[in-house]
């Protein structure tokens, strides 16, 4: 019977992976002022269009 030699896996420091993966703090803001932006421009934009077609049910109803 053979049996496949097992694949070694590689190690990785724990420190290399946390200093990756901590995100800068002014580009953290950056990206949590700019999600909030898109956010509130949605909401505006199809608080517009909810509008919008209220004002045309309530003209079809008029006629």
């Known amino acids: ?21 901590l995100p800068c703090p002014k580009l953290a803001a950056l990206k949590a002022r700019a999600k909030a932006l898109k956010k509130w421009r949605k909401q505006e934009r199809l608080r517009f269009f909810f509008g919008w077609c209220a004002g045309c049910h309530a003209l079809g109803f008029s006629f």
């Open 1 to 21: 019977m053979t049996t496949s030699p097992s694949i070694a896996s590689e190690v990785v420091p724990a420190a290399a992976l946390t200093a990756a993966a």
